[in-house]
């Protein structure tokens, strides 16, 4: 598996944004969508938000739509997340994640092959 690098993580105060990015230069196989993950302590691993590349669509949680967004590059080495981070609860490693076996799906983390080392995003009133 080709590990993905994360940067952009860090510290904000509520209505604060930050933007999370996730390069796969080093990928031996085609990607067919990518997707963000986020896990607090003591909770599960929760969706965020994908994207499909073949048709450039893209998936939100409930709890993040509107105030995420996520893109990625053209040659899909990479996908970022804009994020307008409004509650402390969103205080989380977020997770990029890599489809490379077509799931058909992208909301699940059993959808994905490969995974970034996480980055930490913490969220104070």
């Known amino acids: 598996q080709v590990p993905l690098v994360e940067s952009g993580g860090g510290l904000v105060q509520a209505g604060g944004s930050l933007r999370l990015s996730c390069a796969a230069s080093?990928?031996?196989?085609?990607?067919?969508?990518m997707g963000w993950f986020r896990q607090a302590p003591g909770k599960e691993r929760e969706f965020v938000a994908a994207i499909r590349w073949s048709v450039g669509s893209t998936y939100y949680a409930d709890s993040v739509k509107g105030r995420f967004t996520i893109s990625g590059d053209g040659p899909r080495n990479a996908v970022y997340l804009q994020m307008n981070l409004q509650k402390p609860v969103e205080k989380a490693v977020y997770y990029c994640?890599?489809?490379?076996?077509?799931?058909?799906?992208?909301?699940?983390?059993?959808?994905?092959?490969?995974w970034g080392q996480g980055t930490q995003v913490t969220v104070v009133s």
């Open positions: 994640a890599d489809d490379i076996q077509a799931s058909s799906v992208l909301e699940f983390p059993a959808d994905y092959e490969l």
């Open positions: 080093g990928r031996t196989f085609s990607s067919y969508g």
